[in-house]
């Protein structure tokens, strides 16, 4: 299944299938995707223009997904419109191309779509009639002429944006060396996330600034976003290594429904994320357990460190 890094290709080959189904025989119209107002643009005779005015995409996560949506409906809308012959036959014309692209879709409302070379994806399509409000919209906002027209929705599923995690060692993360990349340490041996860290650091030739997630993160994101420019911006800071300690009351599995005491209740942990991903070296985020569903997805690599009973312990090297 196409992975929803391919969504603006599946879009495209989306809307080129629909080109191929009207311009195919037995319907042999012609068939264009332009705005509105260029449909005609060197075109003469009855034609139909495709045109994408909006799209959605619903995520969902299956049963067997650990963390975050595994699936996404996308969904495109397109805008029908069909053209007479010339201006002069006003209605045959353009009925004949109306009822031809109509009928059309409702004999193919499956279409198999190649994404690239290799791959393809099961399109769905669902013509339907649009309302007086959204039609007059919609030729209202291009500008032209309100023509007999009509709807089609397309829809497809695809894979969510892929994970790159990894789970590794800290040889893996001193590999990551970008402003930004978040790694993850995991485990209670919080000795062990100390010294791995500093061999990080070590290792990029970076100082560590280790800093407790409280001190970093305020009372609100304005707050929170004034702490943080603030520790980028110290001189002795600048290019480090940062390790945010302690970050599972904030980082880790989170209740869906926030207790009204919880001191991070109005952080926005992906906003928290994307700030870090301005930091200028490596950022590691160490935790008892395991990461929630927003630093799993923008995690790196997890290195995962075990109790201190005797187990064997994260590899360094």
Request: glycine share 8%; net charge negative.
């Amino acid at each position: 299944m196409s992975s929803l890094t391919n969504y603006g290709q599946a879009i495209a080959s989306t809307t080129i299938a629909l080109q191929q189904l009207l311009t195919s025989p037995p319907v042999g119209l012609q068939a264009t995707a332009r705005a509105p107002g260029e449909a005609r643009t060197g075109v003469t005779g009855a034609s139909v223009n495709l045109f994408l005015y909006s799209d959605s995409l619903i995520s969902y996560r299956e049963a067997s997904a650990q963390h975050g949506p595994s699936r996404v409906i996308a969904e495109l809308h397109y805008l029908v419109n069909a053209f007479p012959d010339d201006e002069s036959d006003l209605d045959s014309g353009s009925h004949r191309a109306f009822g031809a692209a109509r009928a059309a879709i409702e004999r193919h409302p499956v279409l198999t779509v190649p994404v690239g070379a290799a791959d393809s994806i099961q399109v769905w399509l669902t013509p339907s009639p649009l309302t007086t409000e959204v039609l007059t919209a919609l030729w209202l906002a291009s500008r032209e002429p309100l023509r007999l027209s009509f709807g089609v929705m397309a829809s497809f599923t695809l894979d969510a944006a892929e994970r790159v995690a990894l789970v590794g060692t800290v040889h893996d993360v001193v590999q990551l060396a970008g402003a930004g990349a978040i790694a993850v340490f995991s485990g209670s041996d919080a000795a062990a996330k100390a010294v791995a860290a500093e061999s990080v650091a070590h290792e990029l030739g970076k100082p560590l600034v280790t800093v407790p997630l409280d001190s970093i993160v305020g009372r609100d994101m304005g707050e929170t976003e004034r702490n943080l420019s603030g520790l980028f911006d110290q001189a002795e800071h600048r290019g480090a290594v940062l390790l945010i300690d302690e970050a599972e009351a904030l980082f880790g599995v989170r209740p869906e429904v926030l207790d009204v005491e919880d001191p991070y209740a109005e952080i926005d942990v992906a906003q928290l994320l994307d700030r870090l991903g301005t930091a200028p070296s490596v950022v590691i985020i160490a935790l008892r357990d395991s990461a929630g569903d927003e630093l799993a997805d923008r995690t790196r690599v997890e290195v995962r460190f075990p109790s201190t009973d005797g187990a064997e312990s994260a590899e360094v090297g």
